[in-house]
């Protein structure tokens, strides 16, 4: 008991309400707009998708299953953040000296896979109901919100189907928080040594952006994998859907929907990281009155 209660401080539940907020602010309508181009190889760009959904569902449809996103961001973020804000506590208190790149990215690996699994569900449910004006009347599904699609996929397709994806979506969290966690460290640190900048806020701005850009890039290919698999009403293997995106689609696929899932992924990293920083400023400092 004494162990988890020193591994859930008051820092964990921040952090809760740090991603939660920047993830309603900067997720949800970028993310469905990507989500309704990767499934069917959508021609017709962001910007086209974007003025098809407002047109179709008025403005709230930018804005469909925002009580998933937030049900995602407050088990997946809150976990993967804070395991790995743990293991860096740990190991600098081991070692005396801040972790090397390739330990950082062992921590991001483990606490994204972590987060995955604890996240699939929300995001299952989060797919499904930003993909509805996607398709036809007849097929949608209809959640009310978050925990009625938890309840209904569960009743109607028995639970595993909240699992549906999540080796392919664990895949996913753990390349993005090695690249997107890791890489802010070092840009971050990289920036503090050989600028004059310092530890300040434009530095949390400059790395955050940069950690958001190689996250993007990397995770791009899982991303479209991901929806495909969760969109998908029946089985299939992942080996199989790739040959069959490849044959139709070539190589650019991996790609595809890149440049809204960066305007998503930019601002929530930026948001994310910059409110994390002063949070952790303010905790060192109530720490230090005690």
Same mark, same amino acid.
């Given at each position: 008991?004494?162990?988890?209660?020193?591994?859930?401080?008051?820092?964990?539940?921040?952090?809760?309400?740090?991603?939660?907020?920047?993830?309603?602010?900067?997720?949800?309508?970028?993310?469905?707009?990507?989500?309704?181009?990767?499934?069917?190889?959508?021609?017709?760009?962001?910007?086209?998708?974007?003025?098809?959904?407002?047109?179709?569902?008025?403005?709230?449809?930018?804005?469909?299953?925002?009580?998933?996103?937030?049900?995602?961001?407050?088990?997946?973020?809150?976990?993967?953040?804070?395991?790995?804000?743990?293991?860096?506590?740990?190991?600098?208190?081991?070692?005396?000296?801040?972790?090397?790149?390739?330990?950082?990215?062992?921590?991001?690996?483990?606490?994204?896979?972590?987060?995955?699994?604890?996240?699939?569900?929300?995001?299952?449910?989060?797919?499904?109901?930003?993909?509805?004006?996607?398709?036809?009347?007849?097929?949608?599904?209809?959640?009310?919100?978050?925990?009625?699609?938890?309840?209904?996929?569960?009743?109607?397709?028995?639970?595993?189907?909240?699992?549906?994806?999540?080796?392919?979506? /664990?895949?996913?969290? *753990? &390349?993005? +928080?090695?690249?997107?966690? #890791? @890489?802010?460290?070092?840009?971050? %640190?990289? =920036?503090?040594?050989?600028?004059?900048?310092?530890?300040?806020?434009?530095?949390?701005?400059?790395?955050?952006?940069?950690?958001?850009?190689?996250?993007?890039?990397?995770? /791009?290919?899982?991303? *479209? &994998?991901? +929806?495909?698999?969760?969109? #998908? @009403?029946?089985?299939?293997?992942? %080996?199989? =859907?790739?040959?069959?995106?490849?044959?139709?689609?070539?190589?650019?696929?991996?790609?595809?929907?890149?440049?809204?899932?960066?305007?998503?992924?930019?601002?929530?990293?930026?948001?994310?990281?910059?409110?994390?920083?002063?949070?952790?400023?303010?905790?060192?400092?109530?720490?230090?009155?005690?």
């Amino acid at each position: 008991m004494e162990r988890l209660l020193q591994f859930i401080t008051p820092y964990d539940l921040v952090k809760v309400c740090v991603i939660s907020s920047a993830a309603l602010l900067a997720i949800s309508t970028h993310r469905i707009v990507r989500l309704q181009i990767a499934p069917n190889g959508s021609k017709k760009g962001m910007t086209g998708t974007f003025a098809h959904i407002v047109k179709t569902n008025g403005l709230g449809g930018l804005y469909s299953g925002i009580s998933a996103s937030l049900l995602r961001q407050l088990s997946y973020s809150t976990i993967r953040f804070g395991v790995y804000e743990h293991l860096k506590e740990r190991h600098h208190k081991t070692h005396q000296a801040p972790p090397s790149l390739p330990t950082l990215v062992i921590m991001g690996c483990a606490s994204g896979l972590l987060g995955g699994i604890a996240g699939n569900p929300a995001d299952v449910i989060n797919v499904r109901m930003q993909q509805d004006a996607a398709l036809p009347p007849g097929q949608h599904r209809n959640y009310k919100h978050a925990l009625d699609g938890l309840a209904r996929m569960t009743r109607e397709e028995g639970a595993r189907s909240l699992f549906r994806g999540v080796w392919p979506n /664990s895949a996913r969290a *753990v &390349l993005m +928080t090695a690249s997107q966690l #890791a @890489s802010y460290d070092s840009f971050k %640190g990289c =920036l503090i040594s050989f600028t004059s900048l310092g530890d300040s806020v434009s530095t949390h701005l400059l790395a955050s952006l940069g950690a958001g850009f190689v996250a993007t890039t990397i995770c /791009s290919p899982f991303d *479209v &994998l991901k +929806t495909r698999v969760m969109s #998908a @009403s029946g089985r299939i293997g992942l %080996g199989q =859907l790739v040959m069959s995106v490849w044959r139709s689609e070539g190589a650019g696929w991996m790609f595809r929907g890149w440049v809204p899932s960066f305007v998503r992924l930019g601002p929530h990293t930026i948001a994310t990281f910059l409110f994390l920083e002063q949070h952790k400023r303010l905790l060192r400092l109530w720490r230090e009155r005690e």
